[in-house]
């Protein structure tokens, strides 16, 4: 079983910025490769980044692609979201994600309790 919990959500104006972390319970955090989805208000839950286990790897779906970056430190077990340029269609519950082995843009095996972003205009 692996646990998440994410930080740095909060309030922010358009164009602004947030970083987001998912800090892990495995011990084997580099086995899983991970991942951010969102899900705003009346809406279902999307991908929005994922990344490889040794982090070579990245991909992103096109509505935050040049403006939000994946990256890992598995030496502190910590997945991040390095959001810029912030728009408030970006407003959502942001959830880490880990799985077992391949995280897909629809479905992971272990997710986080979520962090709460919101864009004001």
């Known amino acids: 079983q692996v646990q998440l919990v994410e930080s740095g959500g909060g309030l922010v104006q358009a164009g602004g910025s947030l970083r987001l972390s998912c800090t892990a319970s495995?011990?084997?955090?580099?086995?899983?490769?991970m991942g951010w989805f969102r899900q705003a208000p009346g809406a279902e839950r999307e991908f929005v980044a994922g990344i490889s286990r040794s982090g070579g790897s990245t991909n992103y779906a096109d509505s935050v692609k040049g403006r939000f970056t994946i990256s890992r430190d598995n030496g502190k077990n910590t997945v991040y979201l390095q959001m810029n340029s912030l728009k408030p269609e970006d407003t959502a519950v942001y959830y880490c994600?880990?799985?077992?082995?391949?995280?897909?843009?629809?479905?992971?095996?272990?997710w986080g309790q979520g962090t709460q972003v919101t864009v004001s205009s």
């Open positions: 994600a880990a799985a077992r082995l391949v995280l897909t843009t629809t479905q992971a095996d272990y």
């Open positions: 495995a011990r084997t955090f580099i086995t899983y490769p």
